[in-house]
């Protein structure tokens, strides 16, 4: 029988009240980790009430393309109009330039201009900025009222112009509702609360 004490089973549980701290438990997703006082490195996405979201990353992804297309297409657009301009433009005649080539114009620096901005919104937006959000409400509102600008105009001058006239009226309102889809839906889903409260955590 032995009756010397279990040395080695009384230093372990030694060693592991003083030295042998258990680890952590892990945290959540998106809780921050207290390293010290005053210290705390939150987890990247933060997310909200602990859970990972990942429409910032879907819509981004759609901004880059829809962006990067469009500015192809805005560039494509100036060049005609410009084209277009020159060609018409007299300088003893200048009091006759066409209004529509005038417009034309004007309309292609805005379809330019909105592309990018949708583009680089949505590489900030990609990034959790909350600069892209800002850029996001900017170009849905300005691309709203350029759709619904420029559906009117057309419609008054193929109505005007061409017979019969309501089926382009048709035509044009229907146009303007597909390209107003994606800015609408922007607007909407920025102003969700639950869309906020995750934008207030970005840097």
Same mark, same amino acid.
Do not use: C
């Given at each position: 029988?032995?009756?010397?004490?279990?040395?080695?089973?009384? /230093?372990?549980?030694?060693?592991? $009240?003083? %030295?042998?701290?258990?680890? *952590? *438990?892990?945290?959540?997703?998106?809780?921050?980790?207290?390293?010290?006082?005053?210290?705390?490195?939150?987890?990247?996405?933060?997310?909200? /009430?602990?859970?990972? &979201? @990942?429409?910032?990353?879907?819509?981004?992804? !759609?901004?880059?393309?829809?962006?990067?297309?469009? $500015? +192809?297409?805005?560039?494509?657009?100036?060049?005609? !109009?410009?084209?277009?301009?020159?060609?018409?433009?007299?300088?003893?005649?200048?009091?006759?330039?066409?209004?529509?080539?005038?417009? #034309?114009?004007?309309?292609?620096?805005?379809?330019?201009?909105?592309?990018?901005?949708? +583009?680089? %919104?949505?590489?900030?937006?990609?990034?959790? =900025?909350?600069? !892209?959000?800002?850029? /996001?409400?900017?170009?849905?509102?300005?691309?709203?009222?350029?759709?619904?600008?420029? $559906?009117?105009?057309?419609?008054? /001058?193929?109505?005007?112009?061409? =017979? *019969?006239?309501? @089926?382009?009226?048709?035509?044009?309102?229907?146009?303007?509702?597909?390209? #107003?889809?994606?800015?609408?839906?922007? +607007? &909407?889903?920025?102003?969700?609360?639950? &869309?906020?409260?995750?934008?207030?955590?970005?840097?």
């Amino acid at each position: 029988m032995n009756d010397q004490p279990d040395i080695v089973g009384a /230093h372990a549980a030694a060693g592991g $009240a003083s %030295g042998g701290a258990a680890s *952590p *438990p892990p945290l959540p997703a998106g809780a921050a980790r207290q390293d010290g006082p005053g210290d705390s490195v939150p987890d990247r996405p933060v997310g909200i /009430h602990g859970r990972r &979201v @990942l429409w910032p990353v879907a819509i981004a992804a !759609a901004s880059i393309v829809l962006g990067a297309r469009g $500015a +192809l297409q805005g560039t494509f657009g100036l060049i005609g !109009a410009l084209v277009r301009l020159v060609g018409e433009f007299d300088i003893n005649h200048i009091h006759r330039l066409d209004a529509m080539s005038v417009m #034309a114009l004007l309309f292609g620096f805005l379809d330019l201009a909105l592309p990018i901005l949708l +583009l680089v %919104g949505g590489l900030l937006l990609w990034h959790q =900025s909350r600069r !892209a959000v800002r850029l /996001h409400w900017i170009y849905a509102v300005i691309d709203v009222l350029r759709i619904v600008v420029l $559906a009117i105009m057309q419609g008054v /001058h193929w109505t005007s112009s061409y =017979s *019969p006239g309501g @089926l382009w009226a048709f035509w044009h309102l229907w146009r303007a509702t597909v390209l #107003a889809v994606y800015p609408v839906f922007l +607007l &909407v889903w920025f102003s969700r609360a639950k &869309v906020r409260a995750e934008i207030r955590l970005w840097r």
